[in-house]
């Protein structure tokens, strides 16, 4: 037989079962007040919403154009 060298393992094994977390209690309620004045379409919520497809596609086309910035190559001494 030939020498066999046992190498440690660093693998994570878990020693305990996993913890099941605890839902954080009640929701931000900014968050339920921007999503109720979405589903209400109030002022305020469409001015961010998104542009046409044509528009938006005209932007990629745009950005497509222009080359990209070369990356800055330098070298310490």
């Known amino acids: 037989m030939g020498a066999e060298v046992i190498r440690h ?9 996993a913890r099941m977390a ?12 921007h999503l109720i004045a979405t589903r209400r379409e109030l002022p305020q919520t469409r001015v961010r919403r998104r542009v046409e497809p044509g528009e938006a596609a005209r ?3 745009a950005r ?4 990209a910035p070369r ?3 330098s070298r310490s001494i």
């Open 9 to 17: 393992s660093t693998a994570l094994v878990p020693l305990a079962p």
């Open 64 to 67: 497509l154009a222009r080359p």
């Open 22 to 33: 605890q839902p954080a209690g009640r929701v931000h309620a900014a968050f339920v007040v």
């Open 71 to 73: 990356p800055v190559l």
């Open 59 to 61: 932007a990629y086309q």
